[in-house]
């Protein structure tokens, strides 16, 4: 069992920058693969950004790519995700989730645990 708690979301202006965080319970925590999503008011869940549980792997969404990075320290069990030139349309509420069966079933949003989830509120 894996317990994962997001933090670091918050209101920020347009063009700033917010890390989230979220640490992870369980001692096999390097055996999963991580990810990050969002989801805006009525909008679908949408995928962000992908580290592998060795954190050698990377992918990110075209919306966030070159403006986010993702990082893991498998040391404390947490992913990070750095998010700079913040827009208004980054206003979500973010998730993390693990997975075990890689990259391409973790970003369809198929993952074996969630996070509670961290608003993030970017103003104009």
């Known amino acids: 069992q894996v317990q994962l708690v997001e933090s670091g979301g918050g209101l920020v202006q347009a063009g700033g920058s917010l890390r989230l965080s979220c640490a992870a319970s369980g001692r096999t925590f390097g055996t999963y693969s991580m990810g990050w999503f969002r989801r805006a008011p009525g909008k679908e869940r949408e995928f962000v950004a992908f580290?592998?549980?060795?954190?050698?792997?990377?992918a990110y969404s075209d919306s966030m790519k070159g403006r986010s990075t993702v990082s893991i320290d498998n040391a404390k069990n947490t992913v990070y995700l750095q998010m700079d030139g913040l827009k208004v349309e980054d206003t979500a509420v973010y998730y993390c989730?693990?997975?075990?069966?890689?990259?391409?079933?973790?970003?369809?949003?198929?993952?074996?645990?969630w996070g509670q989830g961290t608003q993030v509120t970017v103003s104009s």
């Open positions: 989730a693990a997975g075990t069966r890689g990259y391409t079933v973790l970003r369809r949003g198929s993952a074996d645990y």
């Open positions: 580290i592998s549980g060795s954190g050698l792997t990377m």
